[in-house]
Structure formats: structure tokens, C-alpha cells
């Protein structure tokens, strides 16, 4: 079965930098759009950043400048690199693949999340 697992978290001073980590298995991984989403507490969960599969790229207002993501299509994993970072981008940061599928059917799948910390 098809499992994202995300890897990278932690607790970071302002400013400071993380790399989170996507692992994907059981799916044919070049084929997907790949996205980073996050969730803080009372709030609804955004898109932070997405890649196609042709490696096009877009972001929220608030990272761009500040996180890139990637992917590497041999190791089956995305990548969101994460720079000078704000209390503000605390939050449970989930991984999230899609695709169209046979018969036009919508394939997506989440991963667990994983917690980034922003605090002095």
C-alpha cells in the first residue's frame, strides 16, 4: 500500500533552518503532483508548497523566499527546504501526493505529519 513518511522536524530558534523529508513507497512516484501542507493549532490546514511531476513549483505568500521544495524522483522522496524560519511556521507539516488516475479517478494520499517548532 502507498505510505508517505515525513522526517526532518524538530524545535529551531527564529531564524534558523530545518529539512523536512518525504519518503513515498507503493506508488509510482514521478507520476504525482507532490505538496507540503501544515496545520497550527485552530487553524485550517494551507498549502504550503507543491511540485509537479514535470518539477514545477509553487508557494504561499508567506514562504516564498524563505522554503524551496524538491524532489528526487530516483529515491522517491520530496523535499522541503526550510530557511529563516518564523515562530509563525510552527505548525504539524504533513506530506500530501496526488494524481488522476484510470478512468480519470483522483488518487491522493496524506502522510503522518511531522511537528516543526519555531521558538526561542
Known amino acids: 500500500q502507498v505510505q508517505l513518511v515525513e522526517s526532518g522536524g524538530g524545535l529551531v530558534q527564529p531564524g534558523g533552518s530545518l529539512r523536512l523529508s518525504c519518503a513515498a513507497s507503493g506508488m509510482s512516484f514521478s507520476a504525482y503532483t507532490m505538496a507540503w501542507y501544515r496545520q497550527a493549532p485552530g487553524i485550517a490546514r494551507e498549502l504550503v508548497a507543491r511540485i509537479t511531476a514535470g518539477g514545477s513549483t509553487d508557494y504561499v505568500d508567506s514562504v516564498k523566499g524563505r522554503f524551496t521544495i524538491s524532489r528526487d524522483n530516483a529515491k522517491n522522496t520530496v523535499y522541503l527546504e526550510m530557511n529563516s524560519l518564523k515562530p509563525e511556521d510552527t505548525a504539524v507539516y504533513y506530506c500530501?501526493?496526488?494524481?488522476?488516475?484510470?478512468?480519470?479517478?483522483?488518487?491522493?494520499?496524506w502522510g503522518q505529519g511531522t511537528q516543526v517548532s519555531v521558538s526561542s
Open positions: 500530501y501526493a496526488y494524481t488522476i488516475g484510470p478512468w480519470s479517478r483522483r488518487l491522493d494520499y
